[in-house]
């Protein structure tokens, strides 16, 4: 059984920081491209990082600079650092694993920034 199970969210003030974490269980966590996406109330799905199974990365726009995507292969982890919160980063953010044939998800972790 797969499972991603998201760590980390909570409430922040603005200008601070939360380390996201991801552990990943029933795949082959190397053959996978990881990723972080965020979902607010009444919005899309949309792609915040991810890093391939080569160690690529990508950001959004509106994270680069602030948001470092990483991973972890021997602990099957990947971990989304956040750094200089804004309120309009509030969202529910999910981990996300893509195979060439799968595409898994987490159940999500809430993040509040809000003074």
């Known amino acids: 059984q797969v499972q991603l199970v998201e760590s980390g969210g909570g409430l922040v003030q603005p200008g601070g920081s939360l380390r996201l974490s991801c552990a990943a269980s029933?795949?082959?966590?190397?053959?996978?491209?990881m990723g972080w996406y965020r979902q607010a109330p009444g919005k899309e799905r949309e792609l915040v990082a991810s890093i391939t199974f080569g160690g690529s990365t990508n950001y959004a726009d509106s994270v680069k600079g602030r948001f470092t995507i990483s991973r972890e292969n021997a602990k099957r982890t990947v971990t989304l650092q956040m750094y200089n919160l804004k309120p309009e980063n509030t969202s529910v953010y999910y981990c996300?694993?893509?195979?060439?044939?799968?595409?898994?998800w987490g159940q999500g972790t809430q993040v509040a920034v809000s003074s």
């Open positions: 996300s694993a893509r195979s060439t044939r799968n595409d898994y």
């Open positions: 029933g795949i082959i966590f190397n053959f996978y491209d």
